[in-house]
């Protein structure tokens, strides 16, 4: 029996296929796509694709790439013209971050973006951003501690290798299903290249499909830390002789929606942080002097949380996702979505926030 039955699997594996497979010789990695608005209206699209050069050293500063442009009516059409243009075949498995031009958030994108979503080769976490001045600026500018092609962007976004609040980062996944969601609205981190390397510490927020405004590095930050509260950091309260600065080492953020029966309804946001005074202008030698210290925080940071809560329903945007806590209350009908649009404009924000710290540095 033993032996009929390995007869049969071997005379049935004799009418399987194997994998389709090329050669790495025989590929190009394509490890960044950018996407420029161009100046012909027949032809709207600039592609750009970042192909990776194979190199027997891995050093810093040495990784080489090369790069290959196409104008086109769409996205795929590019891709294929670009495929004539090269001595192999195009591999977007390595693929992880996708840059567009600014210009072309303010039209509609959910369509440009289904490509990338339907391409089984192109992973739903690749990141997405936006290269100012342009996305080739950005993709064709080389960084001095690169070891491997578009690697430095790749691991800046990376909460493993850098950890720093004015970081936002986005992925494909997660940035198309906030254009197609009514309830919550889309953002972008922005590159921008400086002298021999690069800087990310603003960001942008559309209102359902179009660009809407810019933030600055202090409106980013705040946005980050409440959408990821493992990226607070470093805290500065007061300024001059009276500023000290709080290394928070756990924070803890809760945001609801409370539509009270006889009462106008509020956002209710709590926030918590654990940690200690790194610098501080004058000396702490008493516990009074720590709690007086929490106090000044806590009253700070609720009042910068409260007013980026207040700037961000002047512009009507929701990056948060208030809505959507909203309909989580209410339920998700017509009728719920209009009286979230005449209840936002005039809705109250309760910010609290309590500071604990445990003294001063690691040593206390």
Known sequence: MKYRTIFILMFLSCFLTGCQFNDLDKRFFVVAIGIDQSNDEENPYRVIVKLAIPSAHVEPGKSESQIITKESNSIPEAIRIIQSMVDKKLDFGHCRLLILDKNILYKDQSTLMKWFIKRPDIQGITYVAVGKPTAEKVLSWKVQSERLPANALVLSFNEVTNNSPYVLSEILNDYYMRLREDGIDPYLPIIEPIKG?????SSVVLKGKKLKVELNPNETRILNELL???????????SGKEEFFINAEHTKTKIKTVTPKNGKPFVDVQIKIQG???ESEQSLHHLRDIHEYEKR??????????????HLQKLEVDPLGLELKFQARNGLTKNVSDEWRNIYPTLEFHVHSEIKLKGTGSMY
């Open 276 to 278: 200690f005074v790194e």
């Open 297 to 310: 925080a806590s009253i700070l940071i609720s009042s910068r949380v409260k007013k980026f809560f207040e």
């Open 228 to 238: 990821n509260p493992d990226k607070t950091t470093l805290i500065n309260v007061g």
């Open 197 to 201: 390397s690069f800087k990310i510490n």
